[in-house]
């Protein structure tokens, strides 16, 4: 044999050597790929939540979604035992989130909103009015698939009544801008079902509209301290010693707290027709600017400030200028002033930072959060908030309606349940989950049960902790909760919020990580 020829054969036997070698390690490569992930590692589709997570939704007994601050959005579908990343487009980052049912939804941040149509697998930008950047958007709530709401952070409301094919910027008239519309001051919006169709804007004051935001009215706080109407005797303007020492008593008992006052005048019938003869009412007029200003000048005396005083029902002294226009005038004034006899309605408020509000599962209760733990509850959405007792002394900075009553989440770790006084765990019937019996969807709580029971719920497979918890989110009907906050904090709840499992890496079994234990704070 040739040196030429044994030459050939040993450089193809090289050659093919080769070839099987790289075959042998694809398929050890494959093989790697395909059986490799046994939940020890990560996959690059999966991968646990981590940073500020500043939203969440939970759209079925299984399935939920957590947004972060830095811009991704995360889903699971196993109750938040493993997790993967959502299809989004590249953003700067996110600040809320709302989902309408268990497929659409809307997330919004600076200069974008996100909607979904498959149940948060994969998010399209939507084109927003004028330039993306001026949109900076601070809070989202979607009432349907068709409307939306976002208020930004220049304090105006950009909406959507075609799914997010359009947004438009809402203009505001003068005349809305001085009633005190919510803009600058409002932190976060809240929307409530297509059938309720009222949203919530949550700021330094409560603020509630039944038409997408087009006009908003203050949502009523009942009076701070009871105080009685002060009568007046016919033609008088000075308080009596008894009514002085109430009011004296009222300031003092909210003492150290930011109060705003409210003071009004009334006048009796006899009155308008023994001091407004011949339809001259500036004797009237000035008899009604007395009173207010000798309780004015009381309240100023026990040391409220006057800029924490507000007058209503002031006389209009240029009326006869709307005459023409309004024939009706003064007539419709004196009938708002119109009392039995002669006195001053002073009511007194305390000024809160609101954070969030609810509404209870069966729709007619509402639940209203604010910082310094604040909490204020009605029975019926058309009746004032009262202050009722609170879980503590952190900021509450979220709230969810569950099956058992409330949900509430806040600062320093804070989570507890609240159960509407009257009611019990165990009024709820046969619905029994870890040992708790808890109220079913179709219990919900009575329009009667005030105050609340604040309760320190249960924590499964986790230790003690002191993260901020920035959001709740519960499934429809109550039962199933998600929370999320600060350091990838995850928490989830499938029994109304009785019971909590703190999301992570599953700890090894007979752990001590993987006890019961009661969060401290």
């Avoid at 590692?41 to 007994?61: D, H, N, R």
């Avoid at 009611?423 to 019996?437: I, T």
């Amino acid at each position: 044999m040739s040196v030429d020829r044994t030459r050939s054969i040993g450089s193809r036997n090289v050659r093919m050597l080769l070839v099987c070698a790289v075959v042998l390690l694809s398929l050890a490569f494959a093989m790697g790929c395909e059986g490799g992930d046994d939940g020890a590692a990560e996959s690059p589709s999966q991968v646990w939540p981590s940073g500020a997570l500043v939203a969440s939704a939970v759209i079925s007994a299984d399935r939920g979604l957590v947004v972060s601050a830095e811009g991704q959005i995360y889903r699971t579908v196993d109750q938040g035992r493993t997790w993967r990343r959502a299809h989004t487009p590249a953003v700067e980052g996110l600040t809320d989130l709302s989902m309408v049912d268990d497929r659409v939804g809307w997330a919004a941040g600076p200069g974008v909103i996100l909607r979904t149509d498959n149940g948060g697998e994969a998010w399209t930008r939507q084109r927003l009015p004028g330039r993306a950047a001026d949109n900076r958007i601070r809070s989202l709530a979607a009432l349907d698939d068709l409307r939306a709401l976002a208020l930004t952070d220049s304090g105006g409301w950009i909406v959507t009544n075609s799914g997010g094919a359009t947004w438009l910027a809402r203009e505001r008239s003068d005349e809305r801008v001085a009633s005190g519309e919510p803009g600058h001051s409002a932190s976060r919006v809240r929307c409530f079902g297509r059938l309720l169709g009222n949203c919530y804007a949550i700021g330094d004051v409560l603020w509630m509209s039944s038409d997408v935001g087009e006009a908003w009215e203050p949502v009523p706080v009942a009076d701070a301290v009871g105080l009685p109407i002060f009568v007046f005797r016919t033609g008088g303007v000075e308080l009596d010693s008894a009514d002085q020492s109430a009011l004296e008593a009222a300031v003092t008992s909210l003492a150290g707290e930011r109060v705003r006052w409210r003071v009004e005048a009334r006048v009796s019938q006899a009155e308008i027709e023994r001091y407004a003869e011949d339809q001259d009412p500036s004797a009237l007029f000035a008899l009604i600017e007395a009173r207010g200003q000798e309780v004015q000048g009381r309240l100023e005396a026990t040391g409220v400030a006057s800029v924490a005083i507000e007058t209503g029902g002031a006389p209009p002294w240029g009326y006869e200028d709307h005459l023409d226009d309004d024939p009706d005038f003064l007539a419709r004034y004196w009938r708002e002033r119109r009392s039995e006899s002669p006195s001053v309605i002073v009511r007194a408020a305390t000024q809160q930072t609101w954070t969030d509000v609810a509404i209870a599962v069966d729709g007619v209760g509402i639940l209203a959060v604010a910082e310094g733990g604040q909490v204020f509850a009605a029975s019926d959405r058309t009746e004032p908030l009262s202050a009722v007792n609170s879980p503590g002394q952190h900021d509450v900075l979220a709230v969810q309606a569950a099956a058992a009553g409330w949900v509430a989440v806040g600062r320093q770790g804070g989570l507890w349940l609240g159960i509407p006084s009257g009611k019990s765990p165990a009024d709820a019937g046969d619905a029994r989950v870890g040992g708790r019996e808890v109220l079913s969807p179709s219990q919900p709580p009575s329009r009667e049960s005030l105050p609340i029971d604040w309760r320190i719920p249960m924590v499964h497979a986790g230790a003690a902790f002191f993260e901020t918890i920035r959001d709740v989110a519960a499934s429809t009907d109550g039962m199933t909760l998600l929370a999320v906050g600060d350091e990838g904090r995850m928490l989830w709840s499938g029994d109304a919020g009785a019971i909590w499992r703190l999301l992570g890496l599953m700890a090894p079994a007979g752990s001590s990580a993987a006890a019961s234990v009661p969060i401290t704070r």
